[in-house]
């Protein structure tokens, strides 16, 4: 009954080369997020969507891109990943953007740059 | 600049005792705090939040409370139990360009011994 499911749990790919996880919803949330969390730091926020409307980080590499087709899935894409950009990737969603809304979260893809 | 810091990076507590896990921020704004436990391999998920205009709040053995003046929040998990054992991380929200966003601690992992 997994309610926020990230694709694949491990990711390996080339420094450079183009990839793309997956996320995606049972939830029916308005709200998807991508968050990014290296070892030991905090997870820190990439972007979000509100439902079709993208919200980027001021922060956020040009190489991290994403998309939502649809309610229920949204992509992180990195368009020539580095080997600083080798981390966990957690996405999340909310039903609203309120203050008080908790996030509910996948279990994260660990990304490897060879 | 890390606006909401977890300076404890772990903690180690006997079965039955108290477990108080600490967090400060810097930005007085902040005007929802929540607090996320993290199994391994699994996604974090919500635990218990307060507004910033209380300074108490309970839900069963999880106690969370608020000073404001010092800028101070811990979690209490009353009594402990060996299925506590997980990361811990505080984060905070407020309003940004019209949204609200979270800015997470660096987690405090707690280990309960049976």
């Known amino acids: 009954d997994a309610m926020v499911i990230q694709n694949p749990r491990y990711q390996v790919t080339q420094f450079g080369k183009p990839v793309t996880l997956s996320c995606s919803q049972t939830l029916n949330h308005n709200v998807m997020y991508w968050y990014q969390q290296k070892s030991s730091q905090a997870p820190k926020l990439l972007f979000h969507y509100y439902d079709k409307d993208f919200n980027n980080e001021a922060d956020t590499p040009d190489n991290f891109q994403s998309r939502r087709p649809n309610t229920s899935f949204c992509f992180l894409d990195i368009r020539s990943p580095g080997l600083g950009d080798a981390a966990m990737y957690l996405c999340?969603?909310?039903?609203?953007?309120?203050?008080?809304?908790?996030?509910?979260f996948g279990d994260g893809t660990r990304l490897s740059i060879l | 600049d890390q606006q909401v810091k977890q300076n404890s990076p772990s903690l180690s507590v006997q079965e039955g005792r108290i477990s108080i896990l600490n967090c400060d921020y810097t930005n007085s704004m902040f005007d929802y705090f929540l607090w996320y436990k993290k199994y391994p391999a699994e996604g974090p998920t919500f635990l218990i939040s307060?507004?910033?205009?209380?300074d108490k709040n309970e839900d069963g053995r999880f106690t969370v409370f608020l000073n404001k003046s010092a800028k101070h929040l811990s979690l209490h998990i009353v009594p402990s139990q060996p299925g506590d054992s997980a990361v811990y991380f505080c984060?905070?929200?407020?309003?940004?360009?019209?949204?609200?966003?979270?800015?997470f601690g660096t987690g405090t992992r707690l280990k309960v011994l049976a």
């Open positions: 307060i507004s910033s205009i209380k």
């Open positions: 999340a969603t909310s039903r609203d953007l309120g203050g008080n809304q908790p996030q509910h």
């Open positions: 984060a905070a929200s407020s309003l940004s360009s019209g949204t609200y966003k979270y800015i």
